[in-house]
């Protein structure tokens, strides 16, 4: 018996074949190296990759993984976080599925973690179950109040003049090895007790210094409530332009739950930079300076995720401090403008200053805060005016009286308090403050009690002040703490402190 073959059978099962032939092209779930250098890898076949997403890289030992940053028409970048030389041609390349996400949670607090995540301490893995996507929209107007709770930093110059709010971006900016990062990790210092979680971001430093910052923090007692995110010189740049975004996202947790936290990214000028190696490989048009169009979007969508939320959303703040590197005090460049116009203030640190040896060197002039008062209690409120404007007339007659040979009584005096003032605004590192020891050697300065004291023993005084408020004077301490304001009672208290303390300085 012989089979008859119709040939409209063969071409109804050939078309079917074919057609679904064709649906099975058109969805790629694996994918192909065709090139990789430089950090970037180019793949073909993943057409329903998204941008940010994560693939691995299956055939290379240690399953390393990317990020996927150019869509094109025939191929992806992605931007590999290990070693390149470990991929070649052909290899396979597979989706995830996962937008590029990162651990959050209290098992972080006291950890050195990478750029994902991954701990880089004691190789101990974060175990924990609450995963957040680094790249997230920024909470709406609607959703924030404005910043009126103080972030105390315990630095004198900073509280008084340049006070910061919880929820607020203050820039601080300077050139190298003027005191930025000393600055920022006194800050982290002083919120022991303040129910603030602290996130330190290094991109592209060296390991050590990432090992010395870990050291201040531990023997102050800092790392029971901060996480260090390293991205260091060594890793690549793909790690270091994730590091800020990573950590922000780890922030956030504790700003959504109604809680503070406070980020510091040092330093955003090498996250720019590792963002135009990034974009240059990629082959990205290049603009001002070779950066690409979008580096402004870049930190913008970063820090305007610091906020102080509305009360209906918890009340949570994430406070943010980037830190920003000039060459030769060059506060007009590209990339300290765009983050000056994003912030609300900077703190301006000056290298002349700093050789002169006023630590720390903040500029009062340059420096501004925009929260202003509303960041401060009104103690400090009370006692600042009157530094501010001493300190610019200050400012202002120094210039002069280096051309005059003869001065009259009266400018003579301001020039004095000036230069005990300056005195005053002095602060050794690692050696925070409380609010009650600020505003009481300011109000000791600008009241006069030190005008005649000579300008080397001013140290001296303030630190017998302290030692009084600490032993003798408890009950003030108390007072103040309890009013927060110069009350009649609270002032005449100090300056019956203060008198009585320089008549036994002057003995």
């Known amino acids: 018996m ?9 071409s109804a099962i050939l078309k079917k074949q074919l057609t679904d032939f064709e649906k099975r092209v058109e969805v790629y779930e694996v994918g192909t190296v065709l090139s990789a250098s430089d950090g970037i890898a180019r793949v073909h076949g993943l057409a329903d990759v998204m941008l940010g997403e994560l693939v691995t890289f299956p055939d290379v030992p240690g399953g390393t993984m990317g990020v996927a940053l150019n869509l ?27 937008i590029a996400s990162v651990p959050a949670g209290e098992k972080l607090v006291g950890r050195i973690v990478d750029a994902l995540g991954v701990a880089i301490d004691d190789n101990i893995p974060v175990e924990t179950h609450e995963f957040r996507q680094i790249e997230v929209k920024a909470p709406g107007v609607i959703d924030r109040q404005n910043a009126h709770q103080p972030l105390q930093t315990g630095i004198k110059v900073i509280d008084a003049l340049t006070p910061i709010g919880r929820g607020q971006r203050e820039l ?154 000039t060459q030769a005090g060059d506060i007009s460049a590209y990339i300290p403008t765009n983050v000056i116009s994003i912030t609300d203030g900077q703190i301006f640190l000056e290298t002349d200053l700093f050789n002169a ?36 007339q200050y400012r202002e007659l120094e210039a002069f009286a280096q051309f005059a040979s003869d001065l009259d009584e009266t400018t003579r005096r301001q ?43 001013v140290k001296e005084f303030e630190q017998r002040l302290f030692e009084a408020l600490q032993t003798k004077h408890q009950d003030f301490v108390h007072l103040f703490n309890k009013e927060k304001q110069v009350t ?7 300056n019956r402190i203060l008198s009585e303390l320089k008549e036994r300085f002057a003995a």
């Open 2 to 10: 012989t089979t008859q073959i119709r040939p409209e059978e063969i």
């Open 72 to 98: 094109e028409e025939d191929n992806v970048g992605v931007a590999v976080f290990g070693e390149i030389r470990h991929i070649k041609e052909g290899d396979e390349v597979r989706r995830s599925n996962r």
């Open 172 to 325: 601080i900016i300077g050139d190298r090895k003027t005191g930025k990062t000393t600055l920022a990790i006194d800050t982290i210092i002083n919120q022991r007790g303040e129910d603030v979680y602290c996130f330190y971001v290094a991109v592209g430093q060296k390991r050590s210094t990432v090992a010395q910052i870990h050291d201040v923090l531990k023997r102050n007692g800092a790392m029971a409530y901060t996480t260090i995110v390293a991205a260091t010189a060594s890793d690549p740049a793909t790690m270091q332009f994730l590091a800020p975004y990573a950590a922000t996202a780890m922030a956030e947790y504790y700003r959504d739950s109604g809680r503070h936290a406070l980020i510091i990214y040092d330093d955003l000028t090498k996250h720019a930079q590792a963002y135009r190696q990034l974009s240059l490989l990629l082959r990205r048009q290049p603009g001002r300076e070779a950066y690409p169009g979008d580096i402004f979007y870049l930190h913008s969508r970063l820090l305007e995720r610091a906020a102080k939320m509305s009360d209906k959303k918890g009340g949570g703040s994430l406070t943010a401090l980037p830190v920003i590197e």
């Open 357 to 392: 040896g006023q630590r720390p060197a903040v500029n009062p002039g340059l420096s501004v805060s925009r929260v202003g008062g509303d960041a401060q209690i009104k103690a400090m409120k009370q006692t600042a005016g009157s530094l501010r404007l001493d300190l610019a």
């Open 415 to 457: 020039l004095e308090r000036g230069q005990r003032l300056m005195e005053v605004i002095k602060q050794g590192a690692g050696v925070p403050l409380p609010v009650v020891y600020q505003v009481a050697i300011i109000v000791a300065g600008v009241n006069g009690f030190l005008d005649d004291l000579p300008r080397g023993r």
């Open 488 to 494: 009649t009672e609270v002032k005449e208290s100090l």
